[in-house]
């Protein structure tokens, strides 16, 4: 399976943009890279996913690399509830299964 | 609000009693599958289900049992409960297990048996 790499921790300020990298070399061509949060030990939440191309909507923006092999995840203005574990995955389809392998992550902290 | 709804959200038992934790959707999903999160492991898959009577194991099945009857409920069963399946249960649900399509979570179950 494709494997990611995270920095363990970051921290930023609150009205900051937060940029939390990943890499992914071994990534294969037609694997979408996700990115979760986890509060606490609330469910995994969605945040954002992409391919090949730069992707944004309402909660962050993804920057891929032209070769796909590290991405990062921008959060525009990070905010005090913006403090969790961030999860970069390789979403893998083996044979009817495509499961969602969470790594360690990076635990991003905001400060006031 | 589309949502994943797991139920109960917090259950001690003792070794041996069988329990079912309980998954439902709202969202009319195809592909539906556990997780199951410890320290220091991450979360890690039980089982899945592609559809409607078609389950197959994750990378930890051991233990467990799941169902698929319906569409929108995917309950996951311990027949019989030991101390080292205490841990955080997620359920999760896409509308199919095309790469593409994201994973919404339940809240979770936090599971204790002593």
């Known amino acids: 399976d494709a494997k990611t790499t995270q920095p363990t921790s970051m921290d930023c300020a609150e009205g900051r943009a937060a940029n939390l990298p990943c890499n992914h070399s071994?990534?294969?061509?037609?694997?979408?890279v996700y990115w979760y949060r986890q509060i606490h030990s609330q469910g995994p939440q969605y945040i954002i996913h992409g391919l090949k191309n730069n992707e944004t909507n309402e909660m962050a923006s993804l920057i891929i690399t032209e070769d796909r092999k590290s991405s990062t995840l921008i959060l525009p203005h990070a905010t005090l509830r913006d403090t969790a574990v961030y999860y970069c995955i390789v979403r893998v389809k083996r044979g009817a299964n495509s499961k969602l392998t969470f790594g360690k992550g990076i635990t991003l902290s905001v400060r006031p | 609000e589309a949502q994943v709804t797991q139920n109960p959200r917090y259950l001690i038992t003792v070794t041996g009693k069988k329990l079912t934790v309980t998954c439902s959707q709202n969202m009319n999903h195809e592909y539906m599958s556990w997780y199951r999160q410890d320290p220091g492991l991450g979360l890690r898959q039980i089982y899945y289900?592609?559809?409607?009577?078609?389950?197959d194991k994750g990378d930890v099945p051991e233990g467990y049992k799941v169902s698929r009857k319906e569409k929108r409920n995917f309950p996951l069963i311990l027949e019989s409960p030991s101390p080292n399946q205490t841990s955080l249960y997620f359920c999760a649900s896409s509308l199919s297990v095309d790469l593409h399509t994201e994973a919404f979570f339940g809240q979770g179950t936090r599971l204790t048996v002593v």
């Open positions: 289900s592609m559809n409607v009577e078609v389950t």
């Open positions: 071994t990534i294969s061509g037609n694997e979408y």
